[in-house]
Nanobody, 123 residues
Framework: QVQLVESGGGLVQAGGSLKLSCAAS????????VGWFRQVPGKEREFVGS???????YYADSVKGRFTISRDNARITVYLQMNSLKPEDTAVYFC?????????????????WGQGTQVTVSS
């Protein structure tokens, strides 16, 4: 069974950058869409962006032009490069594999969630 582990979170000042990683083990994600979501306490999990099996990318309007999703050549790790970070980007960031449905933005269409990594952006 696929297991995903996120890493790379931390504390950064507004305007700074972070690169998150989502590493897969126990199975392959090379031919599956992978999504990034984020969540703050008391709020629903929010779609950030996704990369399709053909490496097409889609982003939430709130991060478009600032965040970039990519895969490594071995297609084992998916990255989320975050630039021009804002305090409102503060959240726990999760990656997951899309396994059902057609909507990329719907968390229910994803499985094999990682444990998340905290991103905190100070003003």
């Amino acid at each position: 069974q696929v297991q995903l582990v996120e890493s790379g979170g931390g504390l950064v000042q507004a305007g700074g950058s972070l690169k998150l990683s989502c590493a897969a083990s126990g199975g392959t994600i090379r031919n599956y869409p992978v999504g990034w979501f984020r969540q703050v306490p008391g709020k629903e999990r929010e779609f950030v962006g996704s990369i399709t099996y053909a490496d097409g990318t889609y982003y939430a309007d709130s991060v478009k032009g600032r965040f970039t999703i990519s895969r490594d050549n071995a297609r084992i790790t998916v990255y989320l490069q975050m630039n021009s970070l804002k305090p409102e980007d503060t959240a726990v960031y999760f990656c997951a594999v899309k396994v059902r449905g057609s909507r990329l933005t719907l968390p229910l269409n994803y499985d094999y969630w990682g444990q998340g990594t905290q991103v905190t952006v100070s003003s």
